[in-house]
DNA sequence: TGTACATCAGTGAACGCGCGTTCACTGATGTAC
DNA sequence: TGTACATCAGTGAACGCGCGTTCACTGATGTAC
């Protein structure tokens, strides 16, 4: 026998084909049956590892997020400035361009990574995420408040309005009606609006 | 026979059916059998007065860009302040608050009129919209500068602020990881979003 | 005024598709004695 | 060291579901003469 009958670590492979799959055409294309295909194996052996698809999907939600976190992360370290308040500017404003750019590059793992809480019930409990990218978009504003970039009147309810700007401008351009706004067009434009949110904070 | 042969009127029938369809549960309840089954008719009639599922849905997806117009329009129509730089603003701010009311309050709706867009090509020809909410909001922008709410130097690239926040406020509470917050608190952050882009654009 | 006939609107059966999930199974692995 | 046996991982067939779309049809309508 070519391949041995026990894999050895399919659970890992079929996240990592179902990831693949959500990459290339979003949560309605990580189809079971497709991600064992294209695993090399049977239809139903995924069920050893996940309880069912939605299982299958909600960890491929949390990586999604995790990816985006990441990314964000990353474009803050990036900010070299020295100067306090020149430094505070740039991690916040890094942080919002990292979101626009993860949902622009990945738009699958990005709606993936949404689209878990369409199950989500209205009058679920309402945590505050302190994790996640909500988290530290969070922590980045704190740091404007002590920098004097932001202005503690106007710390309150921030971290929506800026949550809100950066995800509905990913969102129109990704598969909204702005997607076919050129992409130097578009980067221009986010510029504009990172200004006005600067405005609105200071 | 009770029901005459010939409907009379099938097609708006059809379209009401697929309306509601879509209200309760978004596009992908749109399902050509079932508005067929709710309209009493056999599941293939709407081939006479529709080409496929798209067309039919494409006709309910103008229809609820439509209504959330003539929300934003009688919204703004409702501001009865004399002073001229108070209009402005308050017409400003109910048209966006009209926009995250109607998506809020139709979310299949709202989730119809904004689905069409993902079958557009990123390369499509660009034209700027006019017409629609995208439209009107241009045109309340003019009027807050002739009025002195929006500052010239901050009109360019306004319009995409401003629908940047309202669509992520709406998507991020109707479907998304908001969506758990109260209707008095959400109702308070969207203000304190707006105060915020008012600071933005003056 | 009456009737033949073209046209239109709706029907019922069928095609082809693909999915998630369950069932009883078989092949491989590792551990206790 | 060798072997019985429990356990685990993957298989193949099948169930039940529902969809969009097409085909050849039949019933109703209205118009030309």
Redesign the pocket.
């Known amino acids: ?1 070519s391949q ?4 050895g670590n ?1 659970r890992q492979a079929l996240l990592e084909t179902a990831t693949a799959l959500a990459r290339e055409a979003g949560p309605d294309a990580v ?4 991600v064992a295909r294209r695993t090399g ?5 995924a ?3 996940f309880a ?2 939605d299982a299958l999907l909600e960890e491929i939600a949390n990586e999604a997020m995790a990816q985006l976190e990441r990314l964000m992360l990353q474009r803050m370290g990036e900010v070299n400035a020295t100067d306090r308040h020149e430094r505070a500017r740039r991690r916040l404003r890094a942080t919002g361009r990292a979101y626009v750019e993860f949902a622009l590059s990945e738009p699958g793992l990005f709606e993936v990574a949404f689209d878990g809480f369409t199950l989500l019930d209205a009058d679920d409990a309402y945590c505050t995420p302190l994790e996640g990218p909500f988290g530290l978009l969070n922590v980045v504003l704190d740091e404007g408040v002590v920098a004097g970039v932001v202005t503690p009147e106007h710390r309150q309810g921030a971290e929506v309005t800026c949550w809100a700007a950066v995800h509905g401008f990913a969102v129109l351009h990704q598969r909204g009606p702005l997607k076919p706004v050129p992409a130097a067009e578009r980067a221009a434009s986010l510029e504009i609006m990172i200004d006005g949110l600067e405005r609105a904070l200071a």
Do not use: G, I, Q, T
Request: aromatic share 10%.
């Open positions: 026998v041995p009958y026990h894999h399919l189809v079971l049956r497709e194996v049977s239809h139903n052996a069920y050893r590892h069912d698809r």
